[in-house]
């Protein structure tokens, strides 16, 4: 993203065509976005859930950024993968270019330390699985493990160059597919981490994967992002209007991150077609005044509870009138979005059992005060075990509840499943008049129940 010659020279890419049409209203809901390469002055004005911050190279960890997270905004790590500067600035950078930009591995062609893309810079051997490569997949694997950021922007990262310094058309064919080879493995690798570690963290590269002319070849590092940025084109550029439709990744969290050169211009991308942010910065040194309004995100979900589906079942159907749940600690402020219970409907012979979740504070290790109830879910006689949502939007703050299913109607065919700990506990409370407030007197148990809430964060 500082390289915004970048955009410049992709403004006149129009070989590739698109079937989705980029004048047609968009279906995301677009957020603001801030990019704080220098400071983190304002960025408490995109401390809000629905808000993307950037950080620098060398910020990352300022508590202006924690601060944010903690108010439900996502925050995205700057890293260049592909390029290493003169020297390194902070110790972060020094972290990431191992100890020594010197010695990172140059791109090995025509010889190493002759290819660049920016001035005093040198391309990194990008080439798949080079000893590089592997660091930078390692370097990411590890900000998924710490959770400290929601994702990483990996600057330059695509199917190829566009920087006259680059001059990437002069390039033989061999060394274009390498190059291109090795930063879609590059996404690749990254994408198959966080499927196993962090599914909810965000990759999102600067540069397209498309753009080749007849030999696409960089196409299928779309799947593994969910999503590129845009910097600094015209809302008259057909090209990127339609590029920002694209599918990409199919975790759920899309980001396509728009840039104006202004805010009209930055409230104009959030009405084309797979926009979700937009920012109207002309510098990254600090952020602006958000220029589009919030909006709750709900594609990545936190959750706390019991999210396994446990080996015990009841041995018999629910009984009427009556609420069964277990406790767990909630370290966010949050929104619920819904709660979860592992139930089927093996308990009686036929008919449907009326179930709603009660959500109770913590009073000296039972359920007290009545927060909040989940709309009602019918579950009918003989459906078989799986996941059943009740629908709630209730804010939160950090602390201990008890996650609770109220039983109804005249026909006990529900049956929650549990585990071994010894977290429940159980009370007569009469369906029809909703759940009682405060919970009530009843009795302990042995076992803790497979139930979960998912939430957003932040008010």
């Known amino acids: 993203m500082k390289h915004s010659m970048i955009g410049a020279a992709m403004a006149c890419v129009a070989f590739v065509s698109f079937s989705s049409s980029a004048d047609a209203a968009n279906t995301y809901v677009s957020n603001p976005m801030g990019l704080a390469y220098g400071n983190t002055s304002g960025t408490s004005s995109y401390a809000k859930p629905g808000g993307l911050l950037i950080t620098g190279r060398c910020n990352r960890y300022d ?7 903690k108010s439900g905004a996502e925050v995205l790590a700057y890293l260049n993968p592909v390029e290493t500067y003169t020297y390194s600035i902070c110790s972060l950078d020094s972290a990431f270019y191992r100890g020594n930009v010197a010695t990172v591995p140059k791109w090995p062609w025509p010889s190493a330390g002759v290819r660049a893309n920016y001035p005093s810079n040198k391309l990194t051997d990008i080439r798949a699985g080079s000893v590089w490569s592997n660091h930078v997949v390692a370097y990411i694997t590890n900000l998924m493990r710490e959770d400290k950021v929601d994702g990483v922007f990996l600057d330059v990262v695509g199917a190829r160059l566009w920087t006259s310094l680059a001059n990437w058309d002069s390039w033989p064919q061999w060394e274009r597919d390498s190059w291109t080879d090795g930063n879609v493995d590059l996404v690749r690798r990254i994408d198959a981490a966080r499927r196993a570690i962090n599914p909810r963290f965000i990759v999102v590269t600067n540069a397209k994967w498309m753009g080749l002319g007849a030999n696409e070849r960089g196409q299928p590092g779309e799947r593994y992002v969910d999503g590129v940025g845009l910097e600094h084109h015209s809302l008259s550029n057909t090209w990127h209007k339609a590029y920002a439709g694209r599918t990409f990744s199919n975790l759920g969290h899309r980001r396509v991150l728009a840039i104006g050169n202004n805010a009209a211009e930055a409230q104009g991308w959030m009405n084309i077609q797979g926009v979700t942010h937009a920012s109207s910065q002309q510098s990254y040194v600090q952020v602006t005044s958000p220029p589009v309004a919030f909006h709750r ?32 600690t909630l370290y966010d402020k949050g929104r619920l979005l819904n709660v979860g219970a592992y139930l089927d409907g093996r308990g009686g012979p036929s008919g449907s059992q009326a179930l709603r979740v009660a959500v109770y ?18 579950v009918s006689a003989g459906s078989a075990a799986r996941w059943v949502y009740f629908g709630s939007s209730t804010a939160l703050n950090p602390g201990t509840y008890w996650l609770m299913v109220h039983s109804g109607s005249n026909n006990a065919v529900s049956r929650t499943y549990s585990r071994g700990d010894a977290n429940w ?12 407030n405060p919970a009530g007197s009843g009795s302990v148990g042995s076992d803790t129940i497979s139930i979960f809430a998912n939430y957003t964060v932040g008010h």
């Open 361 to 378: 504070s913590d009073s000296g290790g039972r359920p007290g005060g009545l927060v909040t109830q989940t709309s009602a879910v019918n």
């Open 63 to 69: 508590s202006a950024f924690t601060n944010a997270r």
């Open 297 to 328: 995100l709900t594609d990545r979900p936190k959750r706390f509870g019991n999210g396994s589906s446990g080996g015990t079942w009841a041995s018999a159907g629910l009984g009427i009138n009556f609420k069964r749940g277990s406790r767990f």
């Open 425 to 436: 506990y159980g009370n007569s409370d009469t369906y029809s008049d909703g759940a009682a």
